[in-house]
């Protein structure tokens, strides 16, 4: 009997067995589908606050312009200086017979390379997108174009969202970052004041780029002390192939002259060198290239944004430094367990090295010059609301006050909806004064000049006078207009000595 039974359970557990492992195997695949479904429902939330924050700029624009009932003219003339010159390719390009002719005309132009010093291949996209589609009876031109630069940004917002989310491990934290960068718009960009603006079309690509590297990092996250060497090496890479893509970037949306300008511009201020240049010159005095004002400062930090920031850069340092003092204690020992008091940095996470060490350069060069200011703050947007929302750091605070894990998710829950609470209520008050202020563009002086040069003019006439009136004058009235010695072609000063000796004093 004995035999019997003994013989019994083994074929009781093995029928068994089967009927664990599916329902094991029932279980893994419900949540697989609930973590994808609560993925998925995430999402949606960023793809809507990123629709709101492209319709708060849209609103925005509208507001101070009244832009909808402006005439076409006066449209024209909404768009201001340097925003003039951007639009007026596209224009030229959409409203051209030929768009091939019309790219060919702007290559052989020799007054100005569009190309070098203005970087008009964003134009040239949509003007390309808009015949292509033919969108000639549904939209616009001037809607098409200040809409893709408004949708840009919301795509941009919708980066750092997923950024904040990767960095800390909860979608909540993408929330966070999102409500910062639409408190502190005035800081973040500046879309709605000028559309047509490099920035606008750059500035969302090189966050792309961000992102991909930290998604590269987060899915070959090395673990174990003996890889660190690798682990530093990986961040290295990562560091190359950043600079490789901003200079990519830089020469495709900023042009190859802006480059070198950009690189004059830094040497003088840094007193390493000296240059005669005129734009070099007008930048050095220009209020834009300036240290950051107090006042930027203080909005910052009454946003809550510059608080969060600096508790997620002290814990990342403070990190660090546990970090080392437990390789130099452990270095004999290689697959010792390094017991650091703050989790931001776990095993030196290359992802977290090079989102804070990127955020801190761009914060430096953001003191030190106020334009840098529109790449550092939607970065520390993300890091700020990472940080504070971070799982790790938060189950370490509730080790640290003796509770358990389940009363330490919930305080940790409790305390980012309070954050994410005070914020919005502290903001929004003033955000809805903003939407709320109604302006029109006023220039009625400017808009009878342009009237009188259209139809008192020859079409072959061309204009001098200060930058931001002949930009007005060349999108408004399609005649020509000088330019200045820092913008044009490198080949018409050296060749216009003998361009001179073959013609006549009245040709010239």
């Known amino acids: ?27 893994r695949t419900e949540q697989d589908w609930w973590n994808k479904a609560s993925r998925f429902l995430w999402l949606i939330v960023g793809l809507y606050l990123a629709y709101l924050y492209t319709c708060q700029l849209q609103l925005l624009h509208e507001n101070q312009l009244w832009f909808s009932h402006l005439t076409e003219l006066e449209r024209d003339l909404s768009f201001r200086s340097e925003s003039a010159i ?81 960095l ?121 290239f300036q240290p950051m004002s107090k006042g930027t400062l203080l909005q910052i930090l009454s946003s809550g944004l510059l608080p969060c920031y600096a508790i997620t850069i002290a814990v990342f340092f403070k990190s660090i430094m546990a970090q080392s003092q437990n390789i130099l204690q452990t270095r004999n020992e290689l697959q010792s367990k390094v017991q650091s008091s703050s989790p931001l940095v776990h095993h030196l996470d290359p992802m977290w090295a090079y989102a804070v060490l990127l955020s801190l350069l761009l914060g430096g060069l953001s003191l030190w010059t106020t334009r840098f200011q529109y790449l550092w703050v939607p970065c520390a947007c993300s890091i700020a609301a990472a940080g504070v929302c971070h799982s790790k750091l938060w189950r370490d605070v509730s080790g640290a006050i003796g509770v358990t894990s389940s009363v330490g998710n919930v305080v940790r829950l409790m305390s980012m909806c309070a954050i994410i609470l005070a914020v919005t209520l502290k903001e929004t008050p003033t955000l809805l004064s903003q939407l709320r202020l109604m302006k029109q563009l006023h220039v009625p002086d400017t808009v009878m000049l342009m009237k009188w040069i259209d139809s008192h003019t020859p079409r072959d006439a061309v204009f001098a006078g200060s930058s931001q009136i002949l930009a007005a004058t060349h999108l408004a009235t399609g005649r020509a207009t000088t330019v200045g010695a820092h913008i044009e072609d490198d080949w018409l000063p050296k060749n216009l000595p003998d361009i001179c000796e073959r013609r006549p004093g009245r040709g010239v």
């Open 168 to 288: 800390s491990g909860t979608p909540i934290a993408g929330c966070l970052a999102a409500l910062f960068i639409i408190f502190n718009r005035e800081m973040g960009t500046r879309a709605h004041m000028a559309v047509s603006l490099r920035e606008c079309f750059a500035i969302p690509f090189l966050m792309g780029g961000i992102l991909c590297n930290l998604l590269y990092h987060h899915s070959n996250r090395i673990e174990g002390h003996c890889d660190q060497v690798k682990n530093i090496y990986l961040w290295i890479l990562t560091i190359g192939l950043s600079l490789f893509l901003n200079i990519i970037l830089k020469l495709l949306f900023f042009g190859y002259e802006d480059s070198v300008l950009m690189f004059k511009y830094v040497c003088s201020k840094l007193g390493l060198m000296r240059f005669s240049d005129f734009e070099i010159l007008v930048s050095l005095c220009h209020s834009a």
């Open 86 to 166: 951007y639009y007026s390719y596209y224009k030229q390009l959409v409203t051209a017979p030929s768009l091939y002719e019309e790219i060919s005309t702007l290559l052989r132009a020799r007054n100005i390379n569009s190309f070098q010093h203005f970087s008009i291949l964003p134009e040239i996209f949509l003007a390309s997108l808009y015949r292509a589609a033919g969108l000639k009876h549904l939209v616009e031109p001037v809607y098409f174009y200040i809409n893709i630069v408004f949708y840009m940004q919301g795509i941009q917002l919708l980066i750092l969202f997923y950024l904040a989310w990767t």
């Open 1 to 27: 009997m004995k035999v019997k039974d003994g013989c019994k359970m083994p074929l009781k557990e093995k029928q068994l067995y089967p009927l664990k492992a599916a329902a094991s195997k029932r279980s």
